[in-house]
């Protein structure tokens, strides 16, 4: 078994409305409780927005520390799920019904 980091990738901007949040979480609970079924699921969790995010950056001797995001984008790292898996293709189609309950951007990515 492999594991892999499924990152959900969100565009900046407005916060979609309630009723439209409300069904992305059901389809995210049924996913999670598919991915659990199959022993695939390890973890999952979304993000706060990127203002809330903490860059530390070494410099010389020190550490700087910077409120927000590294870079300026469209998008941000929203959330993510990892799985553990026999191979890349069951973790592309895992990656697949993510992007299909979130309607986002899913990266998939093996763990080194």
């Known amino acids: 078994m492999s594991q892999y980091l499924l990152s959900v990738y969100q565009p900046d901007g407005p916060v ?4 439209v949040l409300a069904a992305i979480g059901e389809n995210l609970d049924a996913l999670n409780t598919e991915m659990r ?3 695939a699921w390890v973890f999952s969790n979304g993000l ?17 520390a910077t409120d927000g995001p590294f870079t300026e984008s469209k998008e941000h ?6 799985v553990d898996v026999p191979n890349r293709d069951a973790a592309l189609e895992w990656g697949r019904r993510l992007a299909v309950a979130t309607t986002l951007p899913i990266e998939v990515r093996p763990f080194a």
């Not at 706060?48 to 700087?64: F, I, Y």
């Not at 790292?77 to 990892?82: A, E, N, Q, V």
């Open 16 to 19: 979609p409305e309630p009723e």
């Open 37 to 39: 079924a199959a022993g």
């Open 48 to 64: 706060l927005p990127p203002e809330s995010a903490t860059v530390l950056r070494p410099s010389g001797s020190e550490v700087l």
């Open 77 to 82: 790292l929203g959330g993510f799920t990892i």
